[in-house]
């Protein structure tokens, strides 16, 4: 469990990143991939419920 917050902490520092360029600096391309990082996020919190679930059982 420890490696998917790790990779969910990675993830959501990529989203960030892109997410203030394509704000602050009007990056289109910067904006896709905030969005790409996003769907991953999603992904990678729905596995981190199953775990954590499973995890109080």
Same mark, same amino acid.
């Given at each position: 469990? $420890? ?13 960030? $990143? ?8 009007? +990056? ?11 769907? +991953?996020?999603? $992904? ?14």
């Amino acid at each position: 469990m $420890k490696e998917l917050v790790e990779k969910i902490n990675a993830e959501f520092a990529e989203f960030v $990143k892109n997410a203030e360029a394509q704000v602050v600096k009007g +990056n289109k391309a910067a904006g896709a991939r905030a969005r790409k990082a996003a769907l +991953n996020l999603m $992904k990678d919190f729905k596995d981190f419920r199953k775990v954590s679930v499973d995890a109080t059982k």
